[in-house]
């Protein structure tokens, strides 16, 4: 679980985010929705860690201590919340070598990986089905396998809360399809996932929790069925309501309504 | 990976080869002063050759070029090849620039002044020379980084802020050289860099920044890939990555006072060695730091070896060799590789 609890975070001495009180379900897929600029991913920074920020960030389970997440070191934090930035770079390094980096975190001086960082390693190669890419360098792969190939690396670090930002912006379905079978496997496996969206019926489809932020702020959050039926709420935050639509075969069960 | 593998084994023994073969080389080559067979001599007789009361004079003279001319000075080159190639590395990957180097940051321009200084302020103290070379080269970095966190760490801002404190670093040391001619006993050789007047002090002092620096690079290994991947995902990976940089350019800073105390504002080695093995080699940092040990020494024996045998008796600045071979050779490898990726 990983709760917020008066949460101030900005850039440059101007504050862009500000949240009272947010808890993150274990063992659930919660997205962050919100139009761009609305502080997604300034959330998620400061939840992995690596923007600064005042209030408490704290992981932990019910009935147990929680930590905080600005007190841990950088390998413990590292080994508790594995985050996926929005910008990939295309490094001239092969795939194999790219998801092994996701092992830092569990590596001791020298930082030679053993048999449980190379079956750490396997196991999310298999996860994201990218073995056919073993031994292509990731600057010549597409967006799409990059995309993949980055989430296997955080696979590999194998932390508890999962934070992806965007993690199927600029893809093609497939890919996005693929990406969202991921999160449930990860999901089934006991990982609990955070990502950032603006994509509504994707976003609807997926989440067991959905919170909306507007202008830095928490507007509601709340299962999909519940939001679903605040329309006038989504329309403010998102520009457009949705509603669940019932047939057979529908990729995503939710479309977009004006009202 | 396995067929990797066999081109780094393969690479790495060629370097090993080269770099043993021209180390020799350097020590026993002969010139109208000194034959062959009594640089060998010498050589099987090991140092002990110094002390000998019965051998000739031609003997004793093989024996000092050798043991106290030659040694040192491969020694020096040895340790400047790989420390400023190693150096070029660290500043290139921890500040995701492969344009940077500590000729181009400012780096070796800040060692140089301090070097200069050191002259001045005391003249014949060897421990300050290495010591004032390395807080000239920490200077220049922190005030390159300075300028950059304040502009805006871009790739352009770093060159620019780098090609600044670098041109200021040289108009005072080009100052002091006017005003105290006697600071440097070798202006073209310093400027351009070279070992002509090395000295062994001066080198067995040199040793600990060398190994502190060289120290820091193992300690920093395991982390420095992270940066290629960006500050983000490195943090994310569990990189303390404003610290891991800090103590980068530390070690570059380290590496690079150590290399400017013996050899002088030696450009080009730290900018072209590190770019050359990651066009063969890809972009793993162990991977690109033993092949900088390896052809970065290689490089600069060649080099200084040319410097003084070219046109013996008279020595060139082993610096001007190196602009002389390498820009060539660097501008034939970038066109072969335009030509491959092109394909």
């Given at each position: 679980m990983l709760v917020l609890e008066q949460v101030k975070a900005g850039y440059g001495g101007r504050q862009v985010l500000q949240i009272d009180e947010l808890r993150f379900p274990e063992n659930r897929i919660s997205i962050l929705i919100g139009r761009n600029g609305s502080?997604?991913?300034?959330?998620?920074?400061?939840?992995?860690?690596?923007?600064?920020?005042?209030?408490?960030?704290?992981?932990?389970?019910?009935?147990?201590?929680?930590?905080?997440?600005?007190?841990?070191?950088?390998?413990?934090?590292?080994?508790?919340?594995?985050?996926?930035?929005?910008?990939?770079?295309?490094?001239?390094?092969?795939?194999?070598?790219?998801?092994?980096?996701?092992?830092?975190?569990?590596?001791?001086?020298?930082?030679?990986?053993?048999?449980?960082?190379?079956?750490?390693?396997?196991?999310?190669?298999?996860?994201?089905?990218?073995?056919?890419?073993?031994?292509?360098?990731?600057?010549?792969?597409?967006?799409?396998?990059?995309?993949?190939?980055?989430?296997?690396?955080?696979?590999?670090?194998?932390?508890?809360?999962?934070?992806?930002?965007?993690?199927?912006?600029?893809?093609?379905?497939?890919?996005?399809?693929?990406?969202?079978?991921?999160?449930?496997?990860?999901?089934?496996?006991?990982?609990?996932?955070?990502?950032?969206?603006?994509?509504?019926?994707?976003?609807?489809?997926?989440?067991?929790?959905?919170?909306?932020?507007?202008?830095?702020?928490?507007?509601?959050?709340?299962?999909?069925?519940?939001?679903?039926?605040?329309?006038?709420?989504?329309?403010?935050?998102?520009?457009?309501?949705?509603?669940?639509?019932?047939?057979?075969?529908?990729?995503?069960?939710?479309?977009?309504?004006?009202? | 990976m396995k067929k990797d593998s066999k081109k780094f084994r393969y690479i790495c023994i060629t370097g090993i080869l080269l770099l043993l073969g021209i180390f020799f080389l350097s020590l026993l080559v002969p010139n109208r002063d000194v034959s062959a067979g009594n640089l060998f001599k010498a050589f099987l007789s090991g140092p002990g050759s110094l002390k000998k009361e019965d051998i000739t004079k031609a003997a004793r003279l093989a024996a000092v070029i050798l043991w106290q001319v030659r040694l040192p000075r491969a020694s020096a080159a040895v340790l400047c090849g790989l420390g400023l190639s190693l150096s070029g590395l660290l500043l290139q990957i921890s500040l995701n620039n492969s344009l940077l180097a500590p000729s181009i940051i400012g780096i070796n321009s800040g060692a140089g002044t301090c070097v200069l200084i050191s002259a001045l302020l005391f003249p014949g103290m060897t421990l300050a020379r290495s010591v004032l070379s390395f807080t000239g080269a920490f200077a220049a970095a922190m005030i390159v980084c300075f300028i950059a966190s304040r502009a805006g760490i871009s790739k352009t801002t770093l060159i620019l802020a780098g090609v600044a404190v670098s041109y200021l670093f040289t108009a005072v040391t080009d100052m002091i050289i006017t005003w105290h001619p006697d600071s440097v006993t070798d202006k073209a050789g310093f400027s351009l860099g070279g070992f002509s007047s090395l000295s062994s002090t001066s080198l067995i002092f040199s040793l600990p920044l060398f190994a502190a620096g060289l120290i820091l690079v193992l300690i920093l290994g395991p982390g420095i890939d992270l940066f290629l991947l960006g500050d983000e995902t490195a943090q994310g990976l569990g990189l303390p990555v404003a610290r891991w940089r800090f103590l980068c350019i530390l070690s570059a800073a380290l590496l690079s006072g150590a290399s400017v105390s013996l050899c002088g504002l030696l450009g080009f080695v730290g900018l072209i060695i590190p770019n050359l093995v990651r066009m063969v080699s890809g972009s793993r940092f162990r991977v690109n730091a033993i092949l900088c040990f390896i052809y970065g020494p290689a490089f600069l024996l060649l080099c200084d070896l040319a410097a003084r045998q070219m046109f013996y008796p008279y020595e060139l600045p082993a610096g001007l060799i190196l602009s002389v071979i390498g820009v060539p050779f660097f501008i034939g490898v970038l066109l072969k590789r335009k030509k491959r990726l092109a394909l």
């Open positions: 502080g997604k991913s300034t959330l998620l920074k400061a939840m992995a860690g690596i923007l600064p920020y005042k209030g408490e960030i704290l992981i932990g389970e019910e009935n147990k201590r929680f930590l905080s997440v600005s007190e841990m070191s950088h390998k413990k934090r590292a080994r508790k919340i594995g985050l996926l930035p929005q910008t990939q770079h295309p490094v001239d390094m092969d795939v194999e070598t790219l998801i092994m980096h996701g092992r830092f975190s569990r590596l001791s001086w020298p930082g030679r990986p053993g048999k449980k960082d190379m079956e750490a390693v396997d196991k999310a190669c298999r996860t994201c089905g990218i073995g056919e890419l073993s031994g292509r360098i990731v600057s010549g792969l597409s967006g799409g396998e990059r995309q993949l190939c980055y989430l296997a690396m955080v696979i590999a670090q194998d932390p508890e809360i999962f934070l992806l930002d965007e993690p199927m912006s600029a893809m093609d379905i497939g890919h996005q399809i693929r990406i969202m079978e991921i999160m449930r496997t990860l999901k089934k496996e006991g990982k609990t996932i955070i990502l950032t969206s603006h994509d509504l019926p994707q976003s609807f489809t997926l989440a067991d929790r959905i919170a909306l932020l507007s202008e830095g702020r928490l507007l509601c959050e709340g299962t999909p069925e519940e939001l679903s039926e605040r329309p006038g709420l989504v329309k403010k935050a998102m520009g457009a309501a949705v509603r669940r639509k019932e047939g057979e075969g529908l990729l995503y069960p939710y479309v977009l309504t004006e009202s | -």
